[in-house]
């Protein structure tokens, strides 16, 4: 079992930044490729971002890339979302969620994972 729990969303205007954490608990985190996904509201979850066990390889959705950096830090049991340049689009909730696949590098399809967090809010306003 794999506990996540997002943290860091807020209120921000357009411009403006903002950094997304989520701690993990229960298994060894350096096992897992961990993911960002994100819902506005009317819409489906979507994939922000992800990266591989080590940290040495991510990947972008196109609507984020060169604005969001997804890292992660092992010995601490987090992964993060660092997100510079919002717009109003990128308002949703956002959740982290953890693929436990052992033969898989990075994955971008929101059923595969195995666990997921609450999701944080993320607002920016025009």
């Known amino acids: 079992q794999v506990q996540l729990v997002e943290s860091g969303g807020g209120l921000v205007q357009a411009g403006g930044s903002l950094r997304l954490s989520c701690a993990a608990s229960?298994?060894?985190?350096?096992?897992?490729?961990m993911g960002w996904f994100r819902q506005a509201p009317g819409k489906e979850r979507e994939f922000v971002a992800a990266?591989?066990?080590?940290?040495?390889?991510?990947y972008y959705a196109d609507a984020v890339k060169g604005r969001f950096i997804i890292s992660r830090d092992n010995f601490k049991n987090t992964v993060y979302l660092q997100m510079n340049t919002l717009k109003p689009e990128d308002t949703a909730v956002y959740y982290c969620a953890a693929d436990l696949n052992p033969t898989t590098t990075i994955r971008t399809r929101g059923p595969l994972y195995d666990y997921w967090g609450q999701g944080t809010q993320v607002t920016v306003s025009s």
């Open positions: 229960g298994r060894i985190f350096s096992m897992y490729v």
């Open positions: 990266i591989s066990r080590s940290g040495g390889n991510a």
